[in-house]
């Protein structure tokens, strides 16, 4: 058993203590509360009993889109796995195959608090292939796993137009981006009704030859998983949510760079956003309304926003910093870290996990030496699933 005692405990879930405790068991949290109410007993059962006071004690940090693993630190070609660039339509591929699970930046991440992070594909393809989630700390992938596969990779705008256009094949334009996912998807679409009008009757249906693709793409139909669509320009992100509606399948808004230009439509749509990266130049068209204000401004219309690094746009160890930076442009302040945690977490599908320290959740906390938004604040340890995975002045 695990005990954290005496910290300014903020969970995320609603209900706040200045002078807490936090109890795990097993991985999970099996306590939370004021001090008033600490148990006399539970000392004597801790293997480890953690005095908190002074610091902050939140859910371990979520990043909720990176590419953390896939485009190693410090290595070039040789670590860069994330664009498949030789098909535009690859559903198949799935990021844990390619994340370096000893990548620098796992580490980094959690010496800074993060968690969890939710990694895949990049943005070469119009379908780029699964995301998944991630914790941070682990001897191999399938100890890291939180959930696989947590979304499908989509594509709109200048990246799939940009590669393909050297290679001067499909898509060129925007035109064909659309074009060629409503295709795999309709293809998908067929594939599936083969198969259950096969498994409800194998004698008078012939079973449908396996399709590595569409077996992929049947789990976005059956919404089991959603599109996780890369736009950036105020159009790209109204037709990922055209074909999303056409299809009835579940969509995230990823970069979402145009948001504030179009706030009221993601409401009324009831579409989330995963805002970022913003702080990098305006290094292309797509991101000419780039503004630290669109987390804020997103958020007070009422879209649920989480913020994200894009890493290694902007390296993950960089996540509070982002928030902080969306709090000095506007964003209250509560709402940045419940988009580093909470929102991060629903968006993508995994709160029932992590995100808020809660009864039954994994016991992913991160403690801090101060408000986690201020610049000179550092993480002092960092806990995964009851175990702590870094401590300040031992890892550091």
Known sequence: MLVIKNGRILTMSGTDFDMGYIIANEGKITGVGSMSSYPDDVE??????????????????????????????????????????????????????????????FFEARKNGITTVVTGPGSANVIGGQFAALKTYGRRIEEMILKEPVAMK?????????????????????????????????????YKRQIDEYNADSEENEKPEYDMKMEALVKVLNGEIPLKAHAHRADDILTAIRVAKEFNLKVTIEHCTDGHLISDILLEEGVAAIVGPSLTDRSKVELKNQSL?????????????????????????????????????????????????????????????????SLGKDADIAIFDGNPLELKSRADMTIINGKIVFERNTDD
């Open 293 to 357: 204000k669109t987390p804020g401004i997103l958020s007070k219309a009422g879209v649920k926003v989480a913020i994200m690094t894009d890493h290694p746009c902007i390296p993950v160890q960089y996540l509070t910093l982002c928030a902080a930076m969306a709090v000095r442009e506007g964003m209250d302040e509560i709402e940045a870290l419940k988009a580093i945690t909470i929102n991060a977490a629903e968006i993508t599908g995994i709160a029932d996990r992590v995100g808020s320290i």
């Open 154 to 190: 989509i594509a709109f705008g200048e990246n799939p137009k940009t590669v393909y256009n050297e290679k001067r094949q499909m898509p060129m334009t925007r035109m064909a981006t659309a074009a060629m996912l409503r295709e795999g998807l309709m293809k998908a679409k067929e």
């Open 44 to 105: 004597s059962e801790a293997y480890n009993i953690i005095d908190a006071e002074g610091k902050y004690v939140l859910p371990g940090l979520i990043d909720a889109h990176c590419h953390v693993g896939l485009w190693e630190d410090s290595t070039g070609f040789e670590g860069e796995d994330g664009n498949e660039m030789t098909d535009p339509l690859t559903p198949h591929l799935r990021a844990i195959d390619g994340v370096y699970h000893l990548d620098r930046a």
